[in-house]
């Protein structure tokens, strides 16, 4: 084992270990302030045995996975084409960056006010939401990856007559991977961040439907199971993406192996 | 077709295609709202959202002017984006010359980094209650991670030989990070302060959403409530305002490092 994680283990370890005599034996902490290692457990079997918050945990999950899936697949869909378009042409740059300009300063989560406005509190509001937090990260970052191609490697398609199609398909799209991709982990990150904050103010399910009882409930232990699973599947799906990058990326790797 | 950047428009065709976005933005908007495609009550016309823009600047709506309530979240703000950078930019330069205390936050940090800064909501309100500490750990906890990140990342960037020329004249610890490492740090730190403005506006919009008794993320709330969709566009517009505002600052603050040369 390296020194770095050798020592990265005794620090989570010690940090457990201090958690654990502060809050059980010790009672430095109130356990109205923060969960003993004992009420989380209890908050967590409470949530995946009998339910809390209108569900079992395995539901909630469910339930913010899908949204954070779909609305990021949304947003991804529409913005990457768009930054896309925006690089390629010109003139649609011109056309569409000033409203761009125009709407981008107003944060993602100042959108959900109008979201439930508009499409009450289910899942459509959210869904929105995302959208908008999303797809901003996806259009900046494709665009600047089409405007970083050289212009040789351009010029050269070009005067080779390399159709439209496999134009797109065999220079662009893989030249500004690796900036599309960048875009997207930001994207996903963005997608949950607003996903949480929408369903704290306003749900049926989810995990932010969790954590907003639970603050009403005074619960600490419950606080505790939801911002871990907030976490634990914010980093699954980032895992998942860069999974998919590794495998569509691969072939830098390959050019780079290359003499 | 079209080439890439071979392709350049004039400035008067540019300026026209933008000013030309922007009127199709603005006449579509207007045409759905006074077509009555859309349910007016859900989308008024631009106009009419200015109008109440103008008019929340004179009357109070949720106990204060849209002004005031701006006012008390730019505090908020203020204090947690301070509080933010003051920890993180110390933290991240000792993280990127001492080895140990590297090793040692680093599991904690990018365990916590995952925990979406509006995930802190319950136990902000429990700690520290709703009025000004709870924001501020919101703000907090969205700003403090691109302070550190950066500042720990110029740190680790020194050229060598500078750090090594300190060295041989025997500067002591303290004085490499003061002098040498925090100079030479100086414009990946301002571009981190950049990144956590931007997130440390939103989450506090979001803190506000959430648990707040003043602050334009509360007026927003109090007006969705009362289905009054003029103001919480002005409130957004507001918001946006005020975000493209520390923005800027933080830009020419960008600039002024750069054109001081310590970049």
Known sequence: ?259 | MNALRLQTLSRTETALLGVAGVLLFFGIWSFLSLSGLVPHQFLPAPYEVAGRFIELLGTPFAGATLQEHLASSALRFAYGFLLGAAIGIPLGLLMGWFRVLDEIVSPIFDGLRFIAPIAWVPFAALWFGTGIGGPILIIFAGAFPPCLINAYRGARFVPRPLIEAAQMLGTGNLRIIVEVLLPASTASIVAGLRVSAGLGWQSLIGAELIVASTGVGFMMVQAQLDASTPTVMSAMIAIGLVGLAIDVALRALEAAVRRRGLA
């Open chain 1, 1 to 259: 084992m390296s020194r770095r994680s050798a020592i990265g283990l005794a620090t989570i370890a010690a940090l457990a270990l201090v958690w654990y005599l502060a809050t059980m034996p010790l009672e430095w902490i109130s356990p109205g302030r923060f969960p003993s290692p004992l009420d989380v457990w209890l908050a967590l079997q409470q949530v995946t045995l009998t339910g809390y918050a209108n569900g079992l945990l395995y539901q909630h999950i469910l339930h913010s996975v899908n949204l954070v899936v779909l609305g990021f697949l949304v947003a991804a869909g529409t913005g990457v084409p768009l930054g896309l378009l925006m690089g390629w042409s010109a003139r649609a740059e011109a056309l569409i960056n000033p409203v761009f300009l125009l709407i981008r300063p107003i944060p993602p989560l100042a959108w959900i006010p109008l979201a439930i406005l508009w499409l009450g509190l289910g899942d459509a509001a959210k869904i929105m939401v995302i959208w908008f937090a999303a797809f901003v990260p996806s259009v900046i970052n494709s665009f600047t990856g089409v405007r970083s191609i050289e212009p040789a490697v351009i010029e050269a398609a070009r005067m080779l007559g390399t159709p439209r199609g496999r134009f797109v398909r065999e220079i662009l799209i893989p030249a500004a991977g690796p900036m599309i991709f960048t875009g997207l982990r930001l994207s996903l990150q963005a997608s949950w961040t607003t996903l949480v904050a929408a369903e704290l103010v306003g749900a049926i399910y989810g995990l932010g439907k969790i954590l907003n009882v639970a603050q009403t409930d005074l619960y600490p232990g419950m606080i505790f199971v939801g911002m871990a699973c907030v976490a634990i599947f914010g980093w699954a799906t980032t895992r998942v993406l860069a999974g998919i990058e590794t495998r569509s990326l691969s072939w830098i790797q390959l050019a780079e192996a290359r003499p």
